[in-house]
C-alpha cells in the first residue's frame, strides 16, 4: 500500500513537472515567434512614449510585408533576430539580464521614417522622404538644423525618436537592417491610465 502511494506521488510530481516545463515552451514560443513584452528606458521617443512605460510588440507582420513609414519598431542594434534560433538565444540572453537586473543597451525603439529606396532629406528642421514634407505631428521638437541626403539601401529602414534634439538614430549610425529588427509596437500597457495604442 505505501509503494502505491509512494508510485502516486512521483507520478504526480512528473505530471506537474510536465505541465511546467510546457507552459514554459508555449510561453518561450509565443514571446519569441508572435508578441513580447518591452521597456521604455531612453527618452528619445518622448512625448509619444516616456521612460518606464511598459510596451507590447508583435512579430508576425514584418513576416508577411517590410515595415511602413510611421511603425514604431524595436530592433537590436549588434544582433541579427531573424530566424527561430537567434530568437531564443536573445529571449534568454533577456531572461540572464532580468536576473542581474540589467537592461540591453543596444536594444532601442525608434519611428521609421523612410524605408528601403526611399530618398531621405533632412533641411530647416523638417523632414523631407522622396521631395515631400512629412507631417509630423508626433515630434516633440523639430530636427536639429542639420543637412542630411541620402537614399535608404533596399533591406534597411531609416530611423529616428520623435524628440529630434536628444535621439541618437539612424542621423548618427545609419539605416537599421530589416534583420535586426524585433518586432512593431502595437500597444502600451502601462501605466493603465495611457494604455492603448501609442
Do not use: C
Request: glycine residues 6%; aromatic residues 10%; hydrophobic residues 40%.
Amino acid at each position: 500500500m505505501e509503494k502505491k502511494t509512494q508510485n502516486k506521488v512521483i507520478r504526480e510530481v512528473i505530471e506537474w513537472f510536465l505541465y511546467l516545463f510546457s507552459a514554459f515552451i508555449i510561453a518561450s514560443i509565443l514571446h519569441t515567434q508572435v508578441f513580447a513584452m518591452t521597456v521604455v528606458d531612453q527618452s528619445s521617443m518622448e512625448d509619444t512614449l516616456i521612460e518606464g512605460q511598459k510596451l507590447v510588440m508583435e512579430r508576425i507582420s514584418y513576416k508577411i510585408h517590410e515595415p511602413m513609414r510611421g511603425d514604431i519598431i524595436v530592433f537590436l542594434q549588434k544582433e541579427e533576430t531573424d530566424g527561430i534560433l537567434e530568437r531564443v538565444k536573445i529571449f534568454f540572453n533577456d531572461i540572464r539580464l532580468k536576473l542581474k537586473k540589467q537592461n540591453r543597451e543596444d536594444r532601442m525603439i525608434k519611428r521609421v521614417i523612410a524605408v528601403g529606396g526611399d530618398e531621405l532629406t533632412i533641411k530647416g528642421g523638417y523632414v523631407y522622404v522622396n521631395g515631400e514634407k512629412m507631417e509630423e505631428q508626433y515630434i516633440k521638437t523639430l530636427t536639429p538644423n542639420e543637412i542630411v541626403t541620402e537614399i535608404v539601401p533596399e533591406g534597411y529602414v531609416y530611423v529616428m525618436g520623435d524628440n529630434r534634439a536628444i535621439s541618437e538614430d539612424s542621423r548618427y549610425y545609419g539605416p537599421i537592417k530589416l534583420d535586426h529588427i524585433e518586432g512593431k509596437v502595437v500597444f502600451r500597457l502601462l501605466p493603465i491610465n495611457e494604455m492603448g495604442k501609442p
